[in-house]
């Protein structure tokens, strides 16, 4: 076989290859293109490709969390989208955030209806002149790192659930995105400091805030706030600053755990484990939770509790200030307190620290 027969044969072999792919080419676009009018009357995708499902059936079917198959190991990886998302978020949104601001909104309202008919709780003995050591510098140093970073923290936390509301409106795009930026870093950092100042303000107070049978009276006599001359004894802390510190601690721990949950999500997964040691009392809680799952109900969690904790503190702060109480913010601010405060409001203690009798204007009298 010559050169030039062999070029000849390839040519006609090349030409016949090209009409057939072009015929075939030509056949299937046909067919695809005829089928979308006996796919739209039947219910069927064009090329029966999924069966007889419609794009409208097997997008709803996604949307609604359907599983399919994927050679990734991950158990999610098979799920395009989560559905489980549109109910986290209705009720973060909805019930959450509604429960969030009523119990702000309440608290307020409760204490403004306190001040108006009972007004500043003062020293009904007047001032004495004489001290007595409420606080030590540590004490008042780890009060004010709590203090301080918590109103941080609530403040930003506020922001992340109603900022979008209340401050975008006012702020612009502009200033409230670097706001919230800079919130959030802030949130991220400072819960640490939170976390040290709960532990720390646990190991120093702890055995001052066992609930005993004191507290019973203190509760039966409205705690003193009912009535002026009634001063119901109790020890340095009383009943309602007894539940503050528990308030704080407890709720400090668990929005501390979901706070880490929340930074390592992966590393940080506390509600399968606390799923299942839940179910052995029957409550039937599902176990197999993903990352992300966990990560919803963390932050139900952590906005829940900080939000309860905000609306204690805020009692908290109206009645430690002189908006309250004369003679409170002392306790935390320069540590020493009226000989008279200590009287009437701790007496039990007062007789710790041999505090006795009623002063009058005098000079300082040390704690022993």
Not at 37 to 50: C, E, I, L, T
Not at 236 to 256: A, D, E, H, Y
Not at 329 to 358: K, M, P, R, T
Request: overall charge neutral.
């Amino acid at each position: 076989m010559t050169w030039s027969t062999l070029r000849h044969f390839l040519a006609v072999t090349g030409l016949a290859m090209a009409v057939i792919y072009a015929s075939a080419v030509g056949l299937t676009g046909s067919m695809v293109l005829d089928a979308p009018a006996a796919a739209q009357s039947k219910g069927a995708v064009p090329g029966n490709f999924s069966g007889n499902i419609s794009d409208a059936e097997l997008w709803r079917a996604v949307r609604k969390g359907i599983k399919g198959r994927s050679s990734v190991k991950d158990p999610m990886a098979a799920t395009l989208v989560q559905s489980e998302g549109d109910s986290w978020r209705a009720f973060k949104n909805g019930p959450l955030a509604q429960f969030g601001g009523w119990s702000l909104a309440a608290i307020l309202v409760i204490l403004v209806i306190f001040r108006l008919v009972r007004g500043q709780i003062k020293i009904e003995s007047g001032l004495s002149g004489q001290t007595v050591e409420r606080f030590n510098a540590v004490e008042r140093a780890t009060h004010w790192l709590t203090a301080s970073s918590f109103v941080v923290l609530a403040l930003s936390g506020l922001n992340v659930m109603y900022g979008k509301y209340v401050l975008l409106p006012i702020l612009g795009p502009g200033a409230f995105a670097s706001l919230t930026y800079y919130g959030k870093l802030a949130h991220n950092y400072l819960g640490f400091a939170f976390m040290v100042g709960v532990a720390l303000m646990f190991v120093m107070w702890v055995r001052h805030n066992i609930i005993d049978g004191t507290d019973l009276k203190w509760v039966a006599s409205g705690g003193g706030f009912v009535g002026k001359g009634n001063h119901p004894p109790a020890k340095r802390f009383n009943f309602g600053q007894k539940c503050i510190f528990w308030v704080v601690v407890l709720g400090g721990l668990t929005v501390s755990i979901s706070g880490l949950a929340l930074l390592f999500p992966f590393e940080i997964t506390p509600w399968a484990k606390t799923f299942a040691f839940l179910n052995i009392f029957g409550f039937g809680l599902p176990t197999e939770l993903t990352p992300l799952m966990e990560t919803q109900l963390s932050v139900l969690w952590h906005s829940g509790v900080s939000m309860a904790m905000i609306a204690v503190i805020i009692a908290h702060i109206y009645i430690g200030t002189p908006l309250g109480m004369e003679g409170a913010i002392d306790a935390v601010a320069s540590g020493q307190v009226d000989v008279n405060w200590v009287q009437e409001h701790h007496s039990l203690w007062a007789e710790e620290v041999g505090v006795s009798g009623s002063h009058s204007e005098g000079g300082e009298q040390p704690a022993e």
